[in-house]
Nanobody
Framework: QVQLVESGGGVVQTGGSLRLSCAAS????????MGWYRQAPGKERQFVAA????????YYTDSAKGRFTISRDDNKNTLYLQMNSLKPEDTAIYYC?????????????????WGQGTQVTVSS
């Protein structure tokens, strides 16, 4: 049974930083591509960032480029999202996901596993 558990969310002021973590109970974690997504109230879930199984390739939505960094520690089976220069529009529930196929993570179609989410609130 695969389980993804996010943590690290909270309330931060505009311009502040947070680091989200996603602990994965996955056999052969390094064989899974991983992604971060977010869903604001009344809006659809959207892609934020993804990283391939080797950690060599990363992908970001335009709004995350230059401010967010996705990384992984395969020794700890953990995915991270470092978020800097946070803005009120970054307020959302943040989810991590895992899939052997990077295309599924990038398109959000048929993703195998999702976490339960962690709330990030950026106050102005």
């Amino acid at each position: 049974q695969v389980q993804l558990v996010e943590s690290g969310g909270g309330v931060v002021q505009t311009g502040g930083s947070l680091r989200l973590s996603c602990a994965a109970s996955i056999r052969s974690f390094s064989s899974y591509n991983m992604g971060w997504y977010r869903q604001a109230p009344g809006k659809e879930r959207q892609f934020v960032a993804a990283i391939d199984g080797s950690g060599a390739s990363t992908y970001y939505t335009d709004s995350a480029k230059g401010r967010f960094t996705i990384s992984r520690d395969d020794n700890k089976n953990t995915l991270y999202l470092q978020m800097n220069s946070l803005k009120p529009e970054d307020t959302a529930i943040y989810y991590c996901a895992a899939d052997p196929d990077i295309r599924r993570l990038l398109t959000m179609i048929g993703v195998d596993y999702w976490g339960q989410g962690t709330q990030v609130t950026v106050s102005s």
